[in-house]
T-cell receptor, first 113, second 116 residues
Framework: DGGITQSPKYLFRKEGQNVTLSCEQN?????MYWYRQDPGQGLRLIYY???????QKGDIAEGYSVSREKKESFPLTVTSAQKNPTAFYLC????????????FGSGTRLTVV | AQSVAQPEDQVNVAEGNPLTVKCTYS??????LFWYVQYPNRGLQFLLK??????LVKGSYGFEAEFNKSQTSFHLKKPSALVSDSALYFC??????????????FGGGTRLMVKP
């Protein structure tokens, strides 16, 4: 079955470390997105990519970086510059068909220890 | 610019009663509208969408939503709530007049609590 996979499900980061969250999709979707969600809150857009080798900053890109070297993959790196990284991170993908919504992964919960 | 508002942070309803989760939107052109549900520690799951046609849209798990162009609303409804419907609900909009890609704009979410 086609889908979007995020790994790991839980991730612990020490102060000053960079960590990378994986997002892989086999839906042949062109666009991919990263969102941050704090407890009980809505979604905030970190980065998005509409085609391979191109990506754009979202509303809260500071302290994060991404790459889009393959259509299927859109990893997110949380750098040490992100001062408050503890949150739930969601990856999503979509086609160019405007009648379709996003397909979401199951999320990665990142905790700073 | 496209925007969407969910005016209620939380909606409380008794099991078996009808429920409504409100959503209003603002777009320049015609909207495509979506509802998603999120259970704890999970991603968002698609419930239903309005693209064109009948203003009453039926979706998963017995949910439906009514598109009202004059009131710029797309409220989510269910005739009889279940305790298992308790979750976080998100409304989203895509403005067809927006040529800046395929982005959805999400509302802030509404927590639905169904009590036995």
């Amino acid at each position: 079955d086609g889908g979007i996979t995020q790994s790991p499900k839980y991730l612990f980061r020490k102060e000053g470390q960079n960590v990378t969250l994986s997002c892989e999709q086999n839906l042949n979707h062109d666009a991919m997105y990263w969102y941050r969600q704090d407890p009980g809150q809505g979604l905030r857009l970190i980065y998005y990519s509409q085609i391979v080798n191109d990506f754009q900053k979202g509303d809260i890109a500071e302290g994060y970086s991404v790459s889009r070297e393959k259509k299927e993959s859109f990893p997110l790196t949380v750098t040490s510059a992100q001062k408050n990284p503890t949150a739930f991170y969601l990856c999503a993908s979509s086609t160019w068909d405007r009648g379709n919504g996003y397909t979401f992964g199951s999320g990665t919960r990142l905790t700073v220890v | 610019a496209q925007s969407v508002a969910q005016p209620e942070d939380q909606v409380n309803v008794a099991e078996g009663n009808p429920l409504t989760v409100k959503c209003t939107y603002s777009v320049s052109g015609n909207p495509y509208l979506f509802w998603y549900v999120q259970y704890p520690n999970r991603g968002l799951q698609f419930l239903l969408k309005y693209i064109t046609g009948d203003n009453l849209v039926k979706g998963s798990y017995g949910f439906e939503a009514e598109f009202n162009k004059s009131q710029t609303s797309f409220h989510l409804k269910k005739p009889s709530a279940l305790v298992s419907d308790s979750a976080l609900y998100f409304c989203a909009v895509r403005d067809l007049a927006n040529n800046a890609g395929n982005m959805l704009t999400f509302g802030g979410g509404t927590r639905l609590m169904v009590k036995p």
